[in-house]
């Protein structure tokens, strides 16, 4: 045994000793507050040597040391942190790849090859070639840094020249690697109405595993995004953050492992489950883009990273406006007809929102859909319901003077339809075994180019018809059952990711063709919320649940990672024992919209709501295009506060909630962030109900922005459910 350990440590040494021609070669990965530093080892594979605060002395990076294991004999080892190990090597922990070549060797090395780097839009693009010495198996991991924003987004292309396909067990998007003496771990738990639940750990040795194995609607009990506290727990103001979010609108795993000397790796990618992947010869995996900033101002700052990114660079139309509107779903459900509707959207008029959404329940001949069971995937109108089609509905609304959007459900399928009468082979279901169904329907194949062009068809027939349809809803309320397609009927592991492709595929035509159309994504709530996917929806819907009370954290989780203006949130009828101002004034500080039936209103609730819609749409530079500073965390208080600061600091709202203060518990100023410490502001509350006067001590005085910031103002009370909406103008 002794003799087999020396030729081991006899062949790495060697291996070591072994000049690459790159080796010493440093790839620096940069914004204008964080360095990736990679370096080549002499044994010619890729390391990382350093993520952390941008260094400021460049001729320091070739110091930072690629081996970072002591042998057991005191000498240093070639093991280091590899930027992208793959399995079968001297490696002891997770890699980050798996494969089984086509001879049926399962291990591979990666050697460097080459690197470029080009510009692009907003930041660089560092391109690194990475190469197996016995096989021609390659990967190419790719960089995108964000200089302004502090963001990076990473994702890697596998690809080879073998004589027959090869396997893929694990293909994760990047692997980071940290050295600090604890870390605390904040993850996103999730179900249908009760999005973005926060809870924190800290991390010991071993592994912890997030992931997902739904298919579809596969964010519904966890969501593709972490935060990791570094040397702390995740704190809000201060501290180290690693704020990371994938792309992908599938099943996803973060593993998160700390190894026997306490440094911690963290590996994001597509979960492998049931996914053994077979790739082609000269055929590329793309793995999803993995999005990331390191904050040292805690996650409020992480945030705002990641919103302007978002606005800039990922979210479609992330720079435009957002249309408020009314939709029927609360009002009327499944029961309403054509004169139904036209008099709604004269309400949507009144009430002075842009636009009427008709949701579910108005397709289905056959079996015309009258609740859940019954017409999903049979998209044309129900004639006796709507005998004037879409077309005298969008006819109605433009007489109202408001547009028309509408709900389509098209990756999804009732058995009770025309469509799966045609095409149950179109289906994801079982050939041998009792069917079970979620919500009373089936998910469509979308690994199939038929069901591709069928669900494309949804949009395009709508619009060809009715170009002037403003919006679509676009819903998705089942995760994968019964796992089986008939199309790929040789390939069962490829269905979890290609049937994610094949709606990356339909929306990718829909933007090509539709590029003005805004639409919402929507998935039984917030079950789907990925930058991969917002690159064709112009917003996401957070949940279901529309208590405000609830509210407020669902929109604090989700406000983590995403923008105001990716955020849908609507006033509607949930927990009537709050007030109409309350359940506006939460909703208002997202892309608002309403719900509710106007019979419902009292005259003044109506007055309420026209005025702090008015208010909405006047502040849409602060609350959708400006900056987000979360205050006062409903975590942590029975209270919350959020400010938004326009870009150039003249203008700026500030939401104050009171949730469920103790009897005569102390209650603190709230200081505002991102002001002009120079400017003098007016603060006045907005959002009262008519014939009400402001309880606010403050309200119509000038302030200083350093007097805002530094002592505060006196927005909380002991009133349950009551809220407070301050608007900040600089004179």
């Not at 050697?111 to 660089?124: I, K, L, N, P, R």
């Not at 727990?233 to 998160?256: A, D, Q």
Request: with cysteine; proline share 4%.
């Amino acid at each position: 045994m002794k003799r087999i350990l020396s030729a081991v440590t006899a062949s790495v040494v060697a291996l070591a000793a072994a000049a690459h021609p790159s080796e010493g070669k440093v790839i620096r990965i940069s914004t204008d507050n964080t360095d990736l530093i990679l370096k080549v080892g002499s044994n010619g594979r890729l390391y990382q040597t350093y993520l952390g605060p941008k260094l400021l002395d460049d001729t320091e990076l070739s110091l930072l040391d690629w081996a970072q294991h002591a042998g057991s004999d005191g000498s240093v080892s070639t093991r280091g942190w590899e930027a992208y190990s793959a399995s079968g090597n001297e490696e002891f922990f997770e890699p980050a790849l798996g494969v089984t070549h086509a001879d049926g060797n399962a291990t591979t090395y990666l050697y460097y090859v080459d690197s470029s780097v080009e510009q692009v839009a907003g930041g660089t693009h560092t391109t690194i070639r990475l190469r197996d010495d016995k096989y021609p198996f390659d990967v190419t991991l790719n960089y995108t840094a964000y200089p302004k924003e502090n963001v990076i987004k990473t994702w890697s292309e596998i690809s080879h020249n073998e004589k027959k396909s090869v396997t893929l067990s694990a293909y994760a998007s990047a692997m980071l690697y940290f050295n600090e003496p604890e870390y605390y771990l904040t993850e996103f738990s999730s179900d249908w109405a009760k999005e973005a639940q926060m809870s924190s750990q800290k991390l010991q040795f071993g592994k912890k595993v997030i992931d997902t194995k739904l298919g579809s609607r596969a964010a519904m009990h966890t969501h593709p995004f972490f935060e990791i506290g570094l040397n702390g727990p995740v704190k809000e103001h201060s501290g180290e953050v690693l704020m990371g979010t994938l792309g992908w609108t599938g099943n996803f795993r973060f593993i998160f492992e700390v190894d026997n000397v306490g440094n911690l790796r963290v590996i994001p990618g597509i979960n492998p489950y049931a996914s053994n992947y077979e790739l082609k010869a000269n055929e590329t995996f793309t793995t999803p883009e993995f999005i990331f900033t390191l904050s040292y101002d805690g996650t409020s700052q992480g945030s705002r990273n990641l919103h302007e990114w978002a606005r800039k660079y990922s979210l479609k139309d992330g720079e435009g406006s957002r249309m408020t509107l009314l939709n029927n779903w609360e009002n009327t459900a499944f029961d309403f007809d054509q004169e139904i509707l036209a008099e709604l959207m004269k309400e949507a008029k009144h009430l002075g929102v842009d636009m009427f959404l008709l949701d579910d329940g108005w397709f289905g001949n056959k079996y015309p859909r009258k609740d859940d069971h019954a017409g999903l995937g049979d998209w044309v109108v129900t004639h006796d319901k709507l005998p004037g089609g879409i077309a005298a509905l969008v006819r109605s609304a433009d007489e109202a003077g408001v547009k028309f959007g509408i709900w389509i459900e098209p990756e999804m399928v009732n058995p009770k339809s025309e469509l799966y009468e045609r095409h149950p082979d179109w289906v994801i279901e079982q050939p041998n075994r009792d069917t079970y169904y979620y919500r009373n329907q089936l998910v469509l194949d979308m690994s199939n180019p038929k069901v591709q062009d069928y669900v494309f068809g949804v949009v395009d027939n709508i619009l060809t018809e009715n170009p002037d349809v403003a919006y679509f809803k676009w819903d998705c309320n089942s995760p994968i059952t019964n796992i089986y397609s008939p199309y790929n009927k040789d390939k069962q592991g490829q269905l979890y990711i290609d049937h994610v492709r094949g709606i990356y595929n339909v929306l990718k035509r829909v933007k090509e063709k539709y590029p003005n159309v805004p639409m919402m994504l929507c998935s039984g709530g917030g079950a789907r919320c990925d930058y991969e996917a917002l690159k064709y929806f112009t917003e996401f819907w957070c949940s279901d649940n529309t208590d405000p009370i609830e509210r407020v954290y669902i929109q604090w989780g989700f406000s983590q990672f995403f923008p105001a203006k990716a955020m849908a949130a609507h006033v509607t009828s949930w927990n009537k024992n709050t007030s109409i101002k309350f359940r506006t004034d939460v909703a208002s500080m997202c892309k608002l919209g309403f719900d509710i039936g106007l019979q419902e209103l009292k005259a003044d609730e109506l007055a309420y709501c026209q005025e702090a819609i008015a208010n909405w749409k006047r502040l849409q530079p602060a609350i959708m295009d400006g900056i987000q500073y979360r205050l006062v965390s409903p975590y942590d208080t029975n209270h919350a506060a959020i400010e938004y600061v326009d870009a150039d600091r003249n203008m700026g709202v500030l939401f104050a909630y009171n949730l469920s203060p103790r009897f005569q518990e102390k209650l603190s100023r709230v200081k505002l962030e991102g002001l002009d410490p120079h400017k003098k502001y007016l603060v006045k509350e907005i959002n009262l109900m008519p014939h009400t006067e402001s309880t606010f001590a403050q309200n119509g005085k000038v302030f200083s922005g350093d007097y805002l910031m530094k002592v505060g103002l006196d927005v909380f009370s002991y009133t349950h459910n009551t809220s407070m909406v301050i608007e900040i103008t600089a004179k």
